[in-house]
Nanobody, 126 residues
Framework: QVRLVESGGGLVQAGGSLRLSCAAS????????MGWFRQAPGKEREFVAG????????DYADSVKGRFTISRDNAKDALYLQMNSLKPEDTAVYYC???????????????????WGQGTQVTVSS
């Protein structure tokens, strides 16, 4: 059974940092693109950051460029999101996701991902 489990969320003051992790199990996700999304209360889920299967390409939402960094460790089937200079508007539930399609070089920015985790809450206080 495919499973994605996020961790590392919590409460942080504005300007602080958090590092989210996503552990994959049930199958290897090495050949697949992965991404981070978030959903704030009353808002639609939105793309935050994505990375292709090899880690050679990344993309970010404009709102997080220069502050967040996505990375992956294929040996561990793990995905990470380093979040710096956090703002109250970054408060949301953060989800990791896996995009089907083997060895795709491009980063998918839509919601068309095939596997999703349960999410981890990030709260940034002002």
């Amino acid at each position: 059974q495919v499973r994605l489990v996020e961790s590392g969320g919590g409460l942080v003051q504005a300007g602080g940092s958090l590092r989210l992790s996503c552990a994959a199990s049930g199958r290897t996700f090495t050949p697949y693109g992965m991404g981070w999304f978030r959903q704030a209360p009353g808002k639609e889920r939105e793309f935050v950051a994505g990375i292709n299967w090899s880690g050679s390409a990344t993309d970010y939402a404009d709102s997080v460029k220069g502050r967040f960094t996505i990375s992956r460790d294929n040996a561990k089937d793990a995905l990470y999101l380093q979040m710096n200079s956090l703002k109250p508007e970054d408060t949301a539930v953060y989800y990791c996701a896996v995009k089907g399609g083997l060895y795709v070089e491009a980063v998918e920015k839509s919601l068309r991902y095939d596997y999703w985790g349960q999410g981890t809450q990030v709260t940034v206080s002002s």
